[in-house]
T-cell receptor
Framework: GAVVSQHPSRVICKSGTSVKIECRSL??????MFWYRQFPKQSLMLMAT?????????EQGVEKDKFLINHASLTLSTLTVTSAHPEDSSFYIC??????????????FGPGTRLTVL | AQKITQTQPGMFVQEKEAVTLDCTYDTSDQSYGLFWYKQPSSGEMIFLIYQGSYDEQNATEGRYSLNFQKARKSANLVISASQLGDSAMYFC????????????????FGPGTSLSVIP
């Protein structure tokens, strides 16, 4: 099956620093990637939709200046949490939708990145 | 308003028995897709099954089947012959907005159901 990787899998940082998370589709091209965050015992909340070569579309309530998304190629999207604070601690999951194939484009998920801000 | 409802926060099932996880959804789109994902304690999201709104037959994938009742807007997941490894969170998800509403073409998730399989 299609593989999506995320790096790093776990990161601990000090408050005020910025953290970059990479999401890569390893064996397919993805025009569209999605970034979700998940708090403990809760569901996945969509943060933004990332389209290759264009600006990301953010969901209501998500600060675009705080969560910078760059989808520079058909296999890579990055999420940068700027000036991270403890409330940004969460599990961040990306998913990628293959460019070609099944019309409805099943999304493939990365393994997630656990961010802890001290 | 919540678009996807999973009314069972937690479920228990005896090993080898079948279990049904409920999911209802709300959409005004005619064309949409419904998914079920499994999330074990490791956190990875595992795709289980997909049902398109125009699919006339219920989707099946091995031990997983989707009981799709379009008029009731429900898409329940049935797991047959439960195994201990089935213990996990299960999320129902919906994709809508394909085509015309491209800015809304995204997958959103329900609150999830925690399934515990008892030996």
């Amino acid at each position: 099956g299609a593989v999506v990787s995320q790096h790093p899998s776990r990161v601990i940082c000090k408050s005020g620093t910025s953290v970059k998370i990479e999401c890569r589709s390893l064996d397919f091209q993805a025009t569209t990637m999605f970034w979700y965050r998940q708090f403990p015992k809760q569901s996945l909340m969509l943060m933004a939709t990332s389209n290759e070569g264009s600006k990301a579309t953010y969901e209501q309530g998500v600060e675009k200046d705080k969560f910078l998304i760059n989808h520079a190629s058909l296999t890579l999207s990055t999420l940068t949490v700027t000036s991270a604070h403890p409330e940004d601690s969460s599990f961040y999951i990306c998913s990628a939708r293959p460019t070609s194939g099944r019309a409805w484009g099943t999304q493939y998920f990365g393994p997630g990145t656990r961010l802890t801000v001290l | 308003a919540q678009k996807i409802t999973q009314t069972q926060p937690g479920m228990f099932v005896q090993e080898k028995e079948a279990v049904t996880l409920d999911c209802t959804y709300d959409t005004s789109d005619q064309s949409y897709g419904l998914f079920w994902y499994k999330q074990p304690s490791s956190g990875e999201m595992i795709f289980l099954i997909y049902q398109g709104s125009y699919d006339e037959q219920n989707a099946t994938e091995g031990r997983y089947s989707l009981n799709f009742q379009k008029a009731r807007k429900s898409a329940n997941l049935v797991i047959s012959a439960s195994q201990l490894g089935d213990s996990a969170m299960y999320f129902c998800a919906m994709r809508e907005g394909v085509g015309v509403k491209t800015s809304y073409d995204k997958v959103i998730f329900g609150p999830g159901t925690s399934l515990s399989v008892i030996p």
